[in-house]
């Protein structure tokens, strides 16, 4: 469970904002006091009076365990705090001389009901030293209730990568920002539930995870055109155009036409349809000024007649969705295909599609940038943290759809989502953002073993909830 629309910081980011706060005239210590505090909160809530183990690393993440530990027991908590060693000189070392209880070595502690992870937070820039990691890890393990400050201890901070988190962590409180080891890889998993505690400390990143779109109910003017036209390009395999067309209509355009060469067949009596039997056919029904946006990809194939249908998708100037074969298709000259592009795209690939476009280093949030900046397009690069990037900077990550997605035709029903975003919102990620929470909506009300046609019937009811 992940807070939506909230700001996601890299560790750079968190102490440039930090710094900031300081500059402002608050000091690092009142900034811990409010850290703890917001830790101290937490822990009370989780713990109904069971007892409380707090572990202290030797940074600051440490210094807001002893924050914690202090206000807890003064509540009248029963906390042991064992710590790593000394606390680092400064508003650390200062916490733990407000510290009145004993300070333990975390070697010699003994497994308790509650367990605090105090000991890494935005810090950790190597993976836990086996000895720490193994004690930690059996900590969790025997412990009821497990809760991390900031970060788990073990994950990497800005790409979730795994340095030594140990599974078992129920909740992760954040302090100020989300950061990508949240939402990404090894921490989307380890984390648990992610809550978020504003400190005070502001954070403008332009990152943020998604958020449940606002969707307009049509007015008393609204016709099937002004709600938008969509055209859904068939191709070698039927199927996965129709799911993709039913989905831009359960998604709200006005209008959608399914066109290949045996359009007839299956789908909704609501849905039209326009035998195309050529690029040239194509290029002439395109020409349409009626078609608002253009899903081109779903079941699209990869032969001749395929990458004829891409080229003359191409060619005009309409917004363009890019799915499945069409994303093959591009394969690693994307950035070529799209440098002439006049109109806005949308590339969505997972994460396998993704790997063969673009190589690249880093987290996902930064290849995905990477390749937004390259195409000049907007990419949402699939996953169980879905991370859409625009050309222009902005992203937004989805962390923890329902893993029943992963089955054949929810990225055919996401396209057509898409496009039914686009011809209502626009460009950029705000129709992206919009489209994948009500796909990962639709889907946690289509509840487990889903295949992509229910995904279809849940649409609606998403949709209601954005109105
Ligand atoms: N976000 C906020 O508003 C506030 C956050 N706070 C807390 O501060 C931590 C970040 O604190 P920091 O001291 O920068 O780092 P850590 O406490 O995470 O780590 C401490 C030091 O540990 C060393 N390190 C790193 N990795 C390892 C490892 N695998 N094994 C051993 N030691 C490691 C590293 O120092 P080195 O010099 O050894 O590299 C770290 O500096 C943040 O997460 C919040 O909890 C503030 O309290 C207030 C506001
Ligand atoms: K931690």
Not at 80 to 106: D, N
Not at 167 to 188: M, N, Q, S
Not at 248 to 264: C, F, I, K, S
Not at 401 to 419: F, M, R
Request: glycine letters at 12%; a negative charge.
């Amino acid at each position: 469970m992940i807070p939506s629309g909230a700001p996601i910081a890299t560790a750079a980011q968190m102490r440039a904002a930090e710094e900031a706060v300081f500059a402002s005239g608050v000091s690092q210590d009142e900034l811990m006091e409010r850290a703890g505090a917001a830790v101290a909160r937490e822990v009370a809530r989780f713990a109904v009076g069971r007892p409380i183990l707090i572990l202290a690393g030797p940074g600051n993440n440490g210094g807001d365990a002893y924050v914690a530990a202090r206000l807890l027991h003064a509540e009248g908590h029963d906390v042991i705090l064992v710590a790593t060693g000394a606390p680092a000189p400064g508003a650390a070392e200062r916490m733990q001389a407000l510290w009145q209880g004993p300070t333990s070595s975390l070697y010699a502690a003994r497994p308790r009901p509650v367990l605090v992870d105090g000991l890494f937070g935005t810090g950790m820039t190597r993976p836990l030293d086996r000895g720490l990691a193994a004690v930690f890890a059996d900590l969790v393990k025997q412990a009821e209730f497990v809760l991390s400050i900031d970060l788990p201890s073990g994950i990497d901070t800005d790409s979730g990568a795994d340095l030594g988190a140990p599974r078992g962590i129920d909740v992760t409180l954040a302090l100020g920002a989300l950061k990508p080891g949240h939402l990404l890889d090894c921490g989307l998993e380890r984390c648990g539930r992610v809550l978020l505690a504003d400190i005070g400390i502001p954070v403008e990143t332009g990152r943020r995870s998604v958020a449940r779109p606002q969707i307009e109910t049509p007015g008393v003017h609204s016709h099937k055109y002004s709600r938008g036209l969509v055209a859904v390009i068939e191709g070698a395999m039927p199927g996965a155009a129709r799911l993709a067309a039913q989905a831009a209509m359960a998604g709200g355009a006005g209008y959608v036409v399914l066109a290949g060469d045996r359009p007839w067949s299956g789908g909704p009596d609501a849905l039209v349809r326009r035998e195309v039997r050529s690029a040239e056919d194509l290029t002439e029904f395109l020409g349409w000024d009626r078609i608002d946006a253009v899903v081109l990809g779903p079941g699209l194939g990869r032969d001749r007649r395929a990458e004829a249908y891409l080229r003359a998708a191409f060619a005009v100037p309409k917004p363009l969705v890019l799915d499945g074969d069409a994303l093959t298709l591009l394969g690693g000259d994307a950035a070529a295909w799209l440098e002439t592009r006049a109109a806005p795209t949308w590339l969505t690939p997972h994460s396998g599609e993704f790997d063969r476009m673009f190589a690249g280093q880093g987290s996902k949030i930064e290849t995905t940038l990477a390749a937004a900046a390259a195409t000049r397009a907007t990419i949402v690069h699939k996953g169980a943290d879905t991370v859409i990037a625009s050309p222009k900077g902005a992203v937004r990550v989805l962390a923890g759809a329902s893993p029943w997605l992963s089955t054949a035709g929810t990225g055919d029903v996401l396209a057509g989502l898409l496009a039914a975003q686009v011809v209502q919102e626009g460009k950029g990620v705000a129709p992206a953002e919009a489209a994948v929470w009500l796909h990962a909506r639709a889907a946690q009300l289509a509840g487990p073993a889903l295949i992509a046609d229910a995904l279809l019937m849940h649409i609606p009811q998403a949709v209601s909830e954005c109105l």
